[in-house]
């Protein structure tokens, strides 16, 4: 193949800054009412993006008003950074992170507010709002406000200005905190206190949602109770929304992924492992229903799609919801669907994007990245009530020769509804 010395050294480079990786093809099968290239980071050149940055395997984030925001492992090979697009505006850097820091991924109001943390390995700089209206970057938390704290993780923020984050103190404990305007804490959930691990937790509106492991304080074993929680953040009611059969004999699932994708309106999706009358494991989507208050499957390994990948499905008010799964020619495809047309069946998922998909650049036609050994997406998704999705995929040339760098695209998925 041409260009494989060149490949290895820019694959090396990825794996290096995180990326982990697959190949293989297939193409769109869905017609879009908007497809936008949004970035595209690269060793040699790059849109919207300084030249030599890499955004590795980050979540790209977009809000109601379609802002977009994801942070970048490396600008133009040095700091890490935040990258913000304004809805019909230019992207731009809009922090820099100190020489030697890391950076959280970002999370998004529907104000255009951003919030992460800069850290180091055992060392918390503290906790950041940038808001993307007057520009202004504002420290919701300090080191010192939370002493003896190794990490604070799964930054997240609400509308009502409400910064959410995991803290992991020097007990080897963790606890879901929110942290106000005012610098008000409250812990939402701790370790020992119910639960023997917490997860990772999405906010979204009035909820907040996380898978949970009910225990002693550090005690993880396998054996012990796996639940799904849904707590209403404004008056502090708790739901529990699905159990393992180490919670209910009766039940069905035998354990769930880690991540949740959670709407605005409390409707959860979640991805739980079965098992088949033959004894032989899969993994299945499922949809809460917080109107209705019924719990319904999706779709399935087998049935649906090859293998789900391990990233948190993702689902909006309107019920749309999507996933990154292989299909059945084993090509890393993000796959979607509007709840409501699916059947017992599963009929009305959709293959939005294979590996080997052609694609638009700003330089180029092109295609997701489709080699032995090397995934053509990275990262999660994130979609709005609007129907926006955006996502990470890695692009070459549409005949393979020449690799283009990494690239958030926004794709609009109302036509499915129609």
């Not at 492991?213 to 008056?235: F, H, M």
Request: glycine fraction near 10%; aromatic fraction near 12%; hydrophobic fraction near 40%.
């Amino acid at each position: 193949m041409p260009r494989v010395s060149l490949y290895c050294l820019i694959s090396s480079l990825f794996l290096f800054f995180g990326i982990s990786v697959a190949s293989i093809s297939g193409g769109p099968k869905f017609g879009y009412d908007d497809f936008s290239l949004l970035l595209r980071a690269n060793l040699t050149d790059g849109y919207q993006i300084p030249s030599g940055s890499f955004i590795s395997n980050a979540t790209p984030v977009i809000n109601d008003r379609a802002d977009v925001a994801i942070m970048s492992n490396s600008i133009s090979g040095g700091k890490a950074g935040i990258w913000f697009r304004p809805n019909r505006g230019e992207g731009k850097i809009v922090y820099r992170a100190e020489q030697g820091r890391a950076l959280s991924q970002v999370d998004l109001n529907n104000h255009g507010d951003l919030a992460f943390s800069q850290h180091d390995i055992g060392l918390i700089d503290g906790v950041f709002i940038y808001r993307g209206s007057s520009h202004r970057l504002e420290t919701r938390v300090l080191p010192g406000d939370f002493p003896r704290t190794d990490a604070m993780s799964f930054i997240r923020l609400s509308d009502s200005d409400n910064l959410f984050f995991r803290r992991l103190n020097w007990s080897n404990f963790r606890e879901v905190i929110s942290v106000d305007s005012s610098g008000s804490a409250f812990e939402w959930l701790i370790e020992g206190e119910g639960p023997s691990y917490l997860f990772t937790h999405q906010v979204s509106g009035d909820y907040l949602a996380i898978k949970v492991k009910l225990g002693e304080r550090n005690d993880y074993s396998a054996s012990l109770p796996d639940q799904i929680w849904l707590l209403n953040i404004v008056t502090g009611d708790k739901r529990v929304i699905a159990v393992d059969r180490d919670t209910d004999s009766s039940s069905s699932f035998l354990d769930f992924d880690n991540s949740v994708g959670l709407a605005r309106n409390g409707d959860i999706v979640f991805v739980a492992h079965k098992m088949h009358p033959t004894g032989e494991r899969y993994r299945a989507i499922y949809h809460w229903d917080n109107d209705s208050n019924s719990l319904n499957m999706l779709g399935a390994e087998g049935r649906d799609f090859k293998q789900i990948e391990y990233f948190a499905p993702v689902v909006n008010d309107s019920g749309t919801v999507a996933l990154r799964a292989l299909n059945f020619e084993g090509n890393r495809t993000i796959f979607a669907a509007s709840i409501q047309k699916l059947n017992d069946q599963g009929i009305g998922w959709v293959e939005l994007l294979s590996e080997g998909s052609l694609v638009q650049s700003d330089r180029e036609t092109a295609r997701i990245l489709y080699r032995e050994g090397f995934p053509g997406f990275s990262g999660g998704l994130s979609l709005n009530n609007h129907n926006d999705l955006v996502f990470n995929a890695l692009i070459e040339d549409k005949i393979g020769e020449k690799f283009l760098g990494q690239a958030i695209y926004k794709v609009n998925l109302s036509r499915l509804k129609k």
